[in-house]
């Protein structure tokens, strides 16, 4: 069964800091993988997504993501976070319904 | 554009009353709607997926039944509520037309189950 991993429960960092978020997922197959992120009081929304093609994926607000096949790996990088990435951040890997299987979600908190 | 409602925000239910939760969709038709639970420290968990309207599917086995009478409308609903049923509800959808679609999430409820 497809399943994700996300390596830290809580990540505390102080701004101008670097980030990277570890996700590891269990598919054999062709992948589908996502971050989400939630910001205190608001929706689960999309940072990125990879389909195919070039591994390094950017998406918005400065993250990026990178694809390594062979680590079946997904980490979600920030050169330099500010206050206002606080939030729960959410790797998931497209399920065979459609569906998205989520890892258990790491908390940032970013200290001003 | 589309948007998702889910409701209510938050509730607080003792344990053995019924549950239910509404979820619509706007601006779009015929999508794959979804459930998620997020229990305390245990990441976000797919409950119940539809295709169309009367197509429910169930991911895990729980005291908890989905419905969608309407080609918009997912209903979350349990007739007796058990402690751990508390969580964080959230309602998604999907257009068809293929895997690359993205979801897109409804606000959440919180429900406490005292």
């Known amino acids: 069964a497809q399943s994700v991993s996300q390596h830290n429960h809580h990540v505390i960092l102080s701004e101008a800091a670097s980030l990277e978020l570890g996700c590891n997922y269990s598919y054999g197959g062709t992948v589908n993988l996502f971050w989400y992120v939630q910001y205190p009081g608001q929706h689960l929304q999309l940072l990125l997504k990879y389909f195919s093609g070039d591994p390094l994926v950017k998406g918005i607000k400065g993250f990026e993501a990178e694809f390594i096949k062979s680590k079946f790996s997904f980490n979600l990088r920030k050169p330099s976070v500010q206050w206002s990435d606080t939030a729960e951040y959410f790797c998931?890997?497209?399920?065979?319904?459609?569906?998205?299987?989520f890892g258990k979600g790491t908390k940032l908190s970013v200290k001003p | 554009s589309q948007t998702i409602h889910q409701w209510p925000a938050t509730l607080v239910q003792p344990v053995g009353s019924p549950l239910s939760l509404e979820c619509t969709v706007e601006g779009t038709s015929n999508p794959n709607l979804y459930w998620y639970r997020q229990a305390a420290g245990r990441g976000l968990q797919l409950l119940f997926y539809?295709?169309?309207?009367?197509?429910i599917s169930s991911e895990v086995p729980q005291n908890l039944s989905a419905s969608r009478p309407q080609d918009r409308q997912f209903i979350l609903s349990s007739k007796k509520l058990l402690l751990s049923d508390s969580g964080f509800y959230l309602c998604?959808?999907?257009?068809?037309?293929?895997?690359?679609?993205?979801?897109?999430f409804g606000e959440g409820s919180w429900l406490t189950v005292v």
């Open positions: 998931a890997v497209r399920g065979s319904q459609g569906n998205l299987i």
């Open positions: 998604a959808w999907r257009a068809k037309g293929g895997l690359g679609n993205t979801i897109y």
């Open positions: 539809s295709v169309g309207i009367g197509q």
